[in-house]
């Protein structure tokens, strides 16, 4: 092969390749997908306390999930469920405060009442034994406390002001239209919180997050600025039965609509990635590119070592479905330092 007279022809070549390849290239490295501690390090450490946030912060995650609740005293508290008894010791301090259901809502109970409670791993409250075996051991032993969302911001501030990090609050208000219901506006109250506090700007480093698609429509016109996540679950997550709207919100519409308000779209893993019959492979499911070409980023939820979703036979499987296959933009872990360690040893932080 006489090269001298390819050489044109090679440099055509490869000038082509790198035009074509440059904006991959770019593209490539811009694609720094972003952890979000579930619950802080909630795989380690029982969810929501504030030792949990103190280890997902260190373990390099990029942000922190809160679930917010009301108490009776118009406080937020960083919650998951909006009633006490399958994280704390409610029931043995305080006997018989419950509603006709058999449940203890937070918002029957002060902010002084529900810091006196204790936190534990997270419990069946009719069995009593705790739904990760594996985790921290279930008991009342440790000074455990629920949080404020005040407290945790501080918390969080005060962790980027020692390090020179910038870890980022992911919030999710908890059941808007039952605290509405009760009399009490969530939603405002939420938002001014985290305005306060410096996070109602465009590029704040604050997400809501929210599984009441009215709520969400709602956060932009109460003048949220700041990234907001739609979250969908087929099954529903709300106190009203929102099962055939979170339907609809997988269909190419449904998205099309969500894409008006929100910014991110963040299914439930399996609505993403959808597991086969016999549950030993999986395939994606078409919202995937409909939120891309509706200009949305994914999220998704929930990665965690000890339960892997189904379709996957490992961990490793499962980062590459996510962060190489799908390439999505975000993932909630209970265990951070897992996809934080995936991320790294990829490349791709
Ligand atoms: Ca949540």
Redesign the pocket.
């Known amino acids: 092969m006489n090269f001298r007279k390819h050489i044109p022809v090679l440099t055509v070549l490869v000038t082509m390749l790198c035009v074509v390849c440059l904006p991959c290239a770019a593209k490539a490295a811009d694609y720094k997908p972003a952890v979000a501690a579930h619950r802080g390090a909630s795989g380690y450490l029982p969810e929501h306390t504030l030792e949990a946030k103190a280890m997902a912060y260190a373990m390099g995650a990029d942000y922190i999930?809160q679930?917010v609740v009301f108490t009776k005293d118009n406080v937020l508290v960083v919650l998951?469920d909006h009633t006490l008894e399958t994280t704390t010791d409610v029931e043995a301090k305080f006997p018989g405060r419950h509603r006709d259901d058999g449940s203890y809502y937070a918002i029957d109970f002060t902010l002084s009442e529900i810091k006196s409670l204790l936190v534990t791993e997270r419990f069946d409250a009719k069995t009593g034994e705790a739904v990760f075996a594996g985790r921290f051991p279930k008991g009342f032993g440790i000074d455990f406390r629920v949080p404020t969302l005040e407290e945790e911001i501080i918390l969080i501030q005060g962790l980027n002001k020692a390090t020179g990090k910038n870890t980022g609050l992911y919030v999710?208000v908890k059941e808007p239209e039952f605290h509405e219901r009760e009399g009490k506006p969530i939603m405002e109250a939420v938002i001014e919180l985290l305005s306060r506090y410096g996070y109602n700007e465009e590029d704040a480093n604050a997400i809501l997050q929210i599984f009441d698609f009215d709520a969400v429509k709602k956060s932009r016109a109460l003048g949220w600025k700041a990234p907001l996540a739609m979250l969908v679950d087929m099954d529903g997550q709300n106190l009203v039965d929102d099962k055939d709207i979170h339907k609809w919100l997988l269909t190419e519409e449904g998205v099309k609509e969500v894409s008006r308000y929100a910014s991110i779209y963040a299914p439930w893993f399996s609505h993403l990635a959808v597991p086969s019959e016999d549950g030993k492979s999986w395939t994606t499911a078409p919202c995937l590119k409909w939120a891309r070409d509706a200009g949305m980023k994914v999220h998704t939820w929930t990665h965690r070592t000890d339960r892997l979703a189904g379709g996957f036979a490992s961990e490793e499987a499962m980062f590459d479905a996510i962060f190489k296959e799908m390439k999505l933009d975000g993932l909630f872990s209970d265990f951070p330092d897992r996809p934080v360690e995936y991320l790294n040893k990829n490349g791709l932080r």
């Open positions: 999930e679930d998951h999710e």
